[in-house]
Each structure stands twice: as structure tokens, then as C-alpha cells.
């Protein structure tokens, strides 16, 4: 048992992580890790500065959260204190993956699984390749001194596929990367991998330069989460509006960004690579309508944030692992789904874009996407492959175009990789959402 300072806001967050990493270049085994880690982030408060401490000797956490008191001035009013009263108090276990931890698995059969994709890696356009199965499954446990004790767990598996395919001088890498929360979700995959190979061997053979322009574009749900997360989801952090107040006037609440057709979400209890029922001070996970039928309603917050902004705390507040702080960012982030046939958007497209996949995006209030497989779209059906280096567009000025979103809806988790913000990457994230068409946007 913790014993906690009087006439001091105290708490601690105790991780303990279980990774698997297996790679191979070409069909040769090259590592085969489990690494175990555990340790703590202790934050003492005495209502005017925050004291940190990160450890990995958790079997003396007491002695931890002492040293840090004798540095705090004891506060009798403490509890009076705005961002104390704000904190949210929990006391629950909420353990989902006991019974089909991966960690249970054994080593051997994540290999061959692995494996098993790799035999089907016989095309001779593919020149060289690499891969990996990762899996991490992590254990919280959050207490603090106004009474919180909360456990829980998270954990998600997958299987990255890098390829090096050429047709004389036509050259690309492609990336296929799928990623699930249990073992034998990941064990239906392998035609999933075969597709998407086929696929972008077939890309680098048939496709040619796109002419640059203006083009309608039609993002596919991949597309589409990384168009949200990227150019939308960092600038709903409301860290960022802290002290700017240009860009907190560029975000009022009750603002029309988008048409009606238009409602983005960040959803911390969708399972995959963003579920986080509890955030890192403790707040419980919720779905957050940051814009709902085209108007601005919300952004996410820590609790600090939310106390300088008037606003809830929406549990947002993470970090990448014990050794930081917690910070505002995304989770499971994504355009909601909309009312109408994919096939139907597709046939008003006279002469347009569609976004098949992503190398990677980028962006704040201007954002870029890479595509990795693209391709036109000619008197309503999707034709001729086109090799694109990026699209651009302004955010705010892109969510006014978007024009369309499909009933089709797929969420996505992806392993290597992550979302980056200051120091702190890669923090697991979920995207997607449904096909989504732009009205126009740059094209080269």
C-alpha cells in the first residue's frame, strides 16, 4: 500500500509491458526479442508546479513519491485547488485480455504465422523484402491521492511486410502493414496480405505520372483516417491553443468548418491501437464530437487543458510510456460514417482521384498526403493507375469541400509506426472512417 503526503496532490502510474518482435529479411530469420519492462511515472502537485519522477524500481515507490514531497511546499488547501477538484476519482479493474493475452501464445506459432506469409512471397518483381510480426500487451494500474485506483489493460498484435518491387526502371517500396487486438484475429489475415501484394505489384508495373492539377478526390477509409489524424486531429489538441490566442479565435466553439454530411470523432474505448479506457491522469475514455453536422463542438483535452479552456476533460491525456508525462493526443480518431452507396459517389465522378493507400501525411493548418496506390477516376469508374508524389490542400478550406461520405466504414490498426508530438513517439493510434470525396484539392 502507498501511503500518500498530507497537504500534497499525488499520483502514480505503474506500467508493466510485454513486447515480441520477430523479423526476417527475405525468408531468413534475423531477431527474435521478448522484452519485459515495467516501471512508474510518480507526479507530485502542490498547487504551483508539478514534480515528476520516473523509475523502474516500482518495489520502492514509496520512497520515490517521498523525495518528491520533500522537494513540493505542503499546500493545507490543496484540495481546494481548481485542477485538483477537476481530476476524475475511478476505482475499477477492467481487464480484457486475461483469457487471450498474447502473451500466452507461443513464440513458435507467431513465427509460423509469420511464416506462413512469407512463403506466398514468390512474385520475381519482388526484389527484395523484409518483415515483422510485433505484438505488446500492457498492464496500468493508476493511483492517486484523492482515492483513484484504477487497473486495466491494452494490447495489440500485427504483422508489417516491406517490398522492394521493380519492372526495369520502374521501382517502388510498398509497405502492408495489419494489425489486431487478439492472436487469432491476426491468424485470418493471410489472404489479406496476398491481396494487398498483388495489388501493389500490379501498381508499380501499370502505373504512370499523374498530370498535375486540380482533381476531385475520393479518399478510401485508410485514406481518410490519415486526411483526419494528421490535418484535423492535431490541430482538435487543445494544448496547442494554450497561450495563441489566434488560434483559439480560429477554433471557437460553434464554428460551421463543414457541411452537414460532416462529423469527426475521437473515440478512446473503439478497441485496436488507440483504446485507452483510462488516460494517463486517470480519466475515464469516452467519444468525443469534435465536429458534429459541420459545426465545431469540441476538442480534446487533458485535464489542465480543459480547466484553462472551460471545458470538460475528454481523457486524452497520454503518454508514449512511464518515462514522460502525459500530453493531449489522439486516440482512435475518424470521419463518421454517412448514408450513401460508395458506387453511387463514384458514378458522379466525371474525372477524379481515388486514394487507394498512404506512405504518410502530414500537416497543421496546410496538410500533404503521399499515396502509395492511386489511381483515376474516368466518367464514374475507377481506371488507370497514376503515380502521385503528394495532395495538398488547407485544412479548413478541405473540410468545406467535402462534399460526400460513404455508408462503408472500416477503422484501422497498423503496427510500426506511430503518432509523433514533441519527444514523444510512436504512440499507438486508430484511424479511418468511410470513402470520403473532396470536391477539389492539388494533385502532383
Known sequence: MLSFPRDLYVDVRVEEAVDT??????????????????????????????????????????????????MAAPNPRILDHPLVQAF??????????????????????????????????????????TSAYVDNRTV???????????????????????????????????????????????????????EEMAKDIAYVRDAEPVVPGEYQVLLSPEATGVFTHESFGHKSEADFMLGD????????????????????????????SGYTPFDDEGTRGRKTEIISGGILRGRLHSTLTALALGEEPTG?????????EPIVRMTTTYIAKGDRPLQEIIAEMERGIFVDTVKHGSGMSTFTIAPSRAYLIEQGKITRPVKISVITGNVFTTLQEVDAVSQEFRLASFVGGGCGKMEQWPLPVGFGGPYTRVRKLQVQ
Open 245 to 272: 490566442e489566434t488560434v483559439k479565435a480560429e477554433w471557437a466553439l460553434g464554428k460551421r468548418v463543414g457541411r452537414d454530411l460532416l462529423t469527426i470523432i475521437d473515440d478512446s474505448t473503439e478497441l485496436g
Open 21 to 70: 518482435e520477430i523479423r526476417f529479411k527475405q525468408r531468413t530469420l534475423q531477431s527474435q526479442k521478448v522484452r519485459q519492462t515495467k516501471g512508474a511515472l510518480i507526479r507530485v502537485f502542490d498547487g504551483q508546479r508539478w514534480y515528476y519522477s520516473s523509475t523502474t524500481d516500482v518495489d520502492n515507490l514509496q520512497a520515490q513519491i517521498d523525495s518528491l514531497a520533500q
Open 140 to 194: 496500468k494500474s493508476f493511483y492517486s491521492s484523492l482515492g483513484a485506483a484504477v487497473t486495466f489493460d491494452r494490447q495489440i498484435c500485427g504483422i508489417r511486410l516491406s517490398l522492394d518491387i521493380a519492372f526495369g526502371d520502374k521501382r517502388d517500396q510498398t509497405v502492408i502493414s495489419k494489425a489486431a487486438d487478439t492472436f487469432d484475429e491476426l491468424r485470418g489475415l493471410r489472404e489479406f496480405f496476398l
Open 88 to 129: 476524475e476519482v475511478h476505482r475499477e479493474t477492467l481487464l480484457r485480455y486475461n483469457r487471450n493475452a498474447v502473451t500466452d501464445v507461443p513464440l513458435q506459432d507467431k513465427q509460423a504465422l509469420l511464416e506462413g506469409i512469407l512463403e506466398e512471397v514468390t512474385d520475381p518483381a519482388v526484389v527484395n523484402h
Open 316 to 324: 486524452n491525456a497520454r503518454a508514449v510510456n512511464f518515462e514522460f
